[in-house]
């Protein structure tokens, strides 16, 4: 694969900051390494000393002296060597790449910790969108995406999707506008980048079948662009998963991600723990070519420089305590049997919606409402009910959309039901 066609003006000036290459070479040395390079402060000063942080149903992590103080100090800007090197065990076992087994020039697979897969997402973009490009997505998507993406100036094609995500149909006919042989040439304006969210969409709540994502991936090899798999709702799939045996994930009944059929190296992923472990620690992963990889780590060392490395020591504490099989059979199981069943009587004559395959979103139409925008920020309050109006989630969020967003993660079943009575009684009241 030829990365640099793919990289923006910014990304490819981005140097190895000498500071950082510094730390890193320091943390690689011997503890006879008398070091007085880094501007690093004395972590004796800190005020903090130790913790000791209660796990539910598991031993407690604890951080001594001598822990505390390398968590309390910078470093490397890939993430800790122990929660990367977890990390990558886990893709490995769940997708099994094709790029595992790469050279660093085919693109091999290469992670790097980020401050929530939402950093990862902007810094993607910051290295491969430049003005006036074309970006393929499937409409609605997440509001984050469209707030780090617009701003850039790139030209947003909506590829059109429905309950199994995006339709390679409609990606096929959007791509016969440009011919394949085409994008190579400097200057052409052949999209270079889709970005889709497979599983547990959001908003929508919908996943791709293997089948569609295969016939995507023929796509993006046929008209060489990269994909950008965003899936913080993989963990998050309700077909229960018989065994955390990592062995027999290969046989597991969900479908294959790209990241387990990108034999060219064109695809970038991005993993978050905020949906399964928490959202305030604010870690998320991008796994993907080590050339690309490489670029993020760049710009991360130019600005939040890592993550925070007291919450990358106790993530990897508690991954480690679990170990992947453990980590499997913790997080699964994710069912909300309350919204699982949900269909309250009082909503079907006013609504309608498929049921999610994943991820916590209900993506509801409200029949008779051409625009729910209104009805909600205005209305919905009065009612002591608040959704989010599916404009957010367009490209061109003013246009009029008759869908809401409802997240289930929060509520009680019988909340959940009260919210749609009320709901249903404001849908009432506006028709
Ligand atoms: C598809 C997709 N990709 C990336 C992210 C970012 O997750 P991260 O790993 O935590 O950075 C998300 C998070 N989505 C949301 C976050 C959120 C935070 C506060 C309040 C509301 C929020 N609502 O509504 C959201 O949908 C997501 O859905």
Redesign the pocket.
Known sequence: MNYARFLTAVSAARKPSPIRILTELQQRSPPSLISLAGGAPNPNTFPFQSASIKVKGGEALVMDEPLMKRALQYSGSYGIPELLSWMKDLQKSLHNPPTAGYSSERGQMEMCVTT????G?CKIFEMLVNSGDNVLLDAPT????LAALQPLGCNLINVASDQHGMIPADLRKILERWDPADAQKPGSSVPRVLYT?PNGG?PTGASMTCERKQEVYELARKYDFLIIE?D??YFLQFQKVSSSDLSLYSQRPWAPTFLSMDVDSRVLR?D?F?KILS?GL?I?FITGPKPLVERVVLHIQASTMHTSTFTQLMVSQLLHNWGPGGFLKNKLIYILDGFLSFSPVCFVDVAEWHPPMAGMFLWIKLKGIKDTQQLIMERALEKEVLL?PGGVFNINSSDPCPYVRA?FSLSTPQQIDEAFRRLADLIKDAM
């Not at 929530?116 to 950093?119: I, K, T, V």
């Open positions: 929530g897969s939402q950093e997402l997440y509001s984050g995406t969210i959001n965003d913080p709702y991005t978050s905020s959202s604010r998320g989010v997240a």
